[in-house]
Nanobody, 115 residues
């Protein structure tokens, strides 16, 4: 079983930056992929970025060039560096992983981009 705890959300003006963190429990972190999803009010949850256990990354087109996902296996933590934030980036950001046949989600952290 994996427990995920996100942190780092907040309110920022357009063009600003935030870094989200997701701390994972367990001893298998280095062997599992990690991802970030987000959900805006009234919309479906959507993939933002993923990183494999080998460090291969993939991004939604809407965040390419602005967001960077990374992981520190010594700290069991995955990060999402968000730059040049736009109002449409507003939403609840969730950390997720798949271990075995199960999907695990964090509780989410709110990101609000507004002037």
């Amino acid at each position: 079983q994996v427990q995920l705890v996100e942190s780092g959300g907040g309110s920022v003006q357009p063009g600003g930056s935030l870094r989200l963190s997701c701390a994972a429990s367990g001893r298998i972190f280095s062997r599992i992929p990690m991802g970030w999803y987000r959900q805006a009010p009234g919309q479906q949850r959507e993939l933002v970025a993923v990183i494999s256990s080998a460090g291969i990354t993939n991004y939604a087109d809407s965040v390419k060039g602005r967001f960077t996902i990374s992981r520190d296996n010594t700290k069991n933590t995955v990060y999402l560096q968000m730059n040049s934030l736009k109002p449409e980036d507003t939403g609840v950001y969730y950390c997720t992983t798949r271990a075995g046949a199960a999907d695990y989600w964090g509780q989410g952290t709110q990101v609000t981009v507004s002037s």
